[in-house]
């Protein structure tokens, strides 16, 4: 699978856009409110948003519930996830029914995730500027039959030996290829994503199977971070 810059034009009537990584403010480093991303998504041109904050898919529930009917009818436009952190570097789930029990490895988050019958995916792999999975890690979950998705575009990441890493590994496992803006502003929000087959019915199995198919296209962007006076989530909320 090749890369594209990503340029959204209207898409064929069987393919969607899913950007598989972005934040909200739940996340704590990023500075999007909850009706900014609402917004952005809409002007994204994307069509499913997988919603990673750290620690947390308490924002991610919010906007999942709040953006699954339309004109009466239930969609999937948002993806519950949240991204972890381990000591040995980050894991996404997707799909998610409940927030992950901190300080978990790596072997006993991608448990987890599956026992809720989530999607394992790893972010951002390779990029010495972030906390990604360490190859040994990743290498474990991959033996041990536990990764479905390997990130091989992600917005934020500059490095393109990281992506080509990535997609090596993605292809040396026959594991399904990502794409997301890794977006903390709104307007990063469709930076990148991947170009699959509608899913008439998500769940994990359909979603994963239109994952494969796709294909992968994105741009670099990472604008700044503008801090500015917010509401912050109150702690007790973060589930």
Known sequence: ?????????????????????CHTMYSGDSVTLL?????????SGVDVLCICDHGTIQGAKVLHEKLS????????????????????????????KERITPGLSPLEVALAIKAQGGLVYVPHPFDAARRCLKLESMTELA??????????????????????????????????????????VPQAVGAAYVEMPVVM???????????KEGHVVGRYCDPPRQWRSKVVPSLSSLQ
């Open 201 to 211: 019915t998500v769940t994990p199995a359909s979603f994963l199977r239109s994952v």
């Open 35 to 43: 009706y900014e991303l609402e917004e952005a998504f809409i002007q």
């Open 143 to 184: 033996e041990a039959g536990l990764l479905d998705i390997v990130e091989v575009f992600n917005s934020k990441v500059s490095d393109e030996s990281a992506r080509t890493n990535a997609l090596d590994f993605a292809e040396k496992w026959h594991l399904a290829q990502g794409a997301g803006s890794d977006a903390h």
């Open 1 to 21: 699978m090749g890369f594209e810059t990503a340029m959204l034009q209207k898409p064929a009537k069987n393919i969607m856009r899913v950007d598989m990584h």
């Open 69 to 96: 009917q339309v004109d009466g009818e239930k969609v999937d436009k948002v993806i519950i996830g949240e991204e972890y952190s381990t000591s040995q570097g980050e894991l996404i789930g997707l799909f998610l």
